[in-house]
């Protein structure tokens, strides 16, 4: 299984996240457990905060003018001071985030099985969406701004649904596609027809394509609503207000809506991560087992 | 009598022209129900064709195959026959049990009943603490039982098994053998039997079929006269090697004939 896992990576946000996706335990009990965890997390944290310490001292002891790099206690103290205009922010992209991932993928699971079913689908489809894949959809922005109007959420949502569209459905399709010849050879012997097979082999064999594809969209799509926003739209929401506070010089403030940002995008990635826990219990075991 | 597979001057073909390969020449085979074939022969010879043949997992060019009295797509349809391929060949996102369960399910068992025969299966193949685990927590030698009772858990009339134990060790291999020499005596199932091992054959088997390459086909029978009943004192058993070496002679003409 993990085999095709490599197979699947289209990125490498993907690469670097998947050193630390198999590692998130859902049920830890005993002191062992406890020491095993620690092992395992004490080193990033370490790395964390020296990273912050370095950059701190760094900007101090250079004396780097904050709109070059701000000090991270400027950011935490803006952090904490406009918490409540940033997090409101924060929302708001956020569920343009989330709408368009919910959106896209949705759409790109329905064309998956439908490409999986029908060759003459897949034969007529599959080439112009990767083609498609090819285009640099954030240029869309603006167009979409002008179809949906700029101040609806939908201009926004849609440019995150394509975003996370073509990565979701070409993996997915891979997935309802490569199976392993036995299994089919399998079903067919028990007399079952395509359906069941769908059902029962294509669809569990693609789980794991499905959910690295997701994994990798978590992020794309807050990309994607963020660069969306810059092209115009509601002024409060994450992508307006680093535009706003940048051209005012408050880079600090700026720099802790990148933290929202990226606090957001973690916890929408661990989501993910659960879901697949819940959903591929076996797939999980595997990977711990290797 | 309807026979349990019956062919006449059978034969298939793979690839056209030059490339071609005659995987099977004009095969007749006749196997009465409650026997256990098995088919022996160097790689090439066309034994697992003719299994597949029978499984109608690829069809003939020529000659006739009737799998008890239907045609071989008939007989799938109607699930007239469990498979046991060389690879176990486990869903791995089933336990055990659900896996025994996968053809149940497609034949609409109801859930209660479905585990109430996947529990006597996996009693039969003696890994009823298993149920719950996942296949890549099992040996090579269980997941192989876990194929089985999948294969047996519809109770067809006829099991096809194609070098089932071909990837074990030889202590797992003489267990398994033991194994499915109890469950062929308990569910008086006709078995086909694919392999390379002259010892596995006898050992099982009511009737070898020898098998020669090139094209395949079946050159001599020999009938295993052993009791039905065989344990371990059988491998001791003077007869059983004077039949080991009356395949093992078989084979021999088998190839010979060829050259």
Redesign the interface.
Known sequence: MTGRDENIQETHQTELMSAFEGDIPLATAGPSAIRRLGRRYVPAVVAFFAVVLIWEGFTRLFGVETFILSKPSEIMASFFETGGTIWGAGFRTLIESVGGFALGTLFAVLTSLAAARWAGFRDGVLPLAIALNAMPIAALAPIFNNWFGSTNVFSKMGVVAVVVYFPVMINTTRGLLEVDPAEVELMRSVAAGPTQVMRRIQVPNALPYFFASMKVATALSLIAAIIAEYFGGPQDVLGQYIVNRAQLFQFPDAWAAILVASIMGVTFYVLVLIAERIFMPWHVSLRARE | MTQAVEARRLGKTFGRGEESLVALEDVDVSFAPGDFISLIGPSGCGKSTLLRLI???VGPDHGELKVNGKTPRQA????D???V?Q?A?L????TVRKNVE??L??MDFGADARAARAGEMLTLVQLERFADH?P?QLSGGMQQRVAIARALS?SPSILLMDEPFGALDEMTRELMQQEVLRIWGETGTTVVFVTHSIPEAVFLSTRVLVMSPRPGTIGDEIVIDLPRRRDENTREDAHYFELITEVREALRRGEKSRE
């Open positions: 499984a109608d997992l799938r349809l109607d699930r026959y469990g498979m391929f690879a060949t869903l791995d996102w089933r996968l053809p399910e497609l996942y890549w519809f």
